[in-house]
């Protein structure tokens, strides 16, 4: 419970080497020592609000403003769960 709260405090940006790139025709990549992974809206605009000054949960809420829209909140929360699992984002 207490890493549950800790983790909500903790900000969420880029990690080192990672950047999102917008291609004229392609639309929003994400760079990394790895390679480029091609991203849809929705994924780059999660990433985008990663810059280390939002929370996780501040994020949730800049994409999801409605509370009551849990599925779609769940689903942010599931990318991030993600995107942090790949490597591409830190918490601080």
Known sequence: MMQAAASRKRRVRLAPGHELRRARRQGWHLVHPAGVVQLNASAAAIL??????????????????DPADRARARDVRDFLDAAREHGWITES
């Open 48 to 65: 985008a609000l990663c810059d280390g000054t939002r929370t996780r949960e501040e994020i949730v809420v800049q994409i999801v403003p």
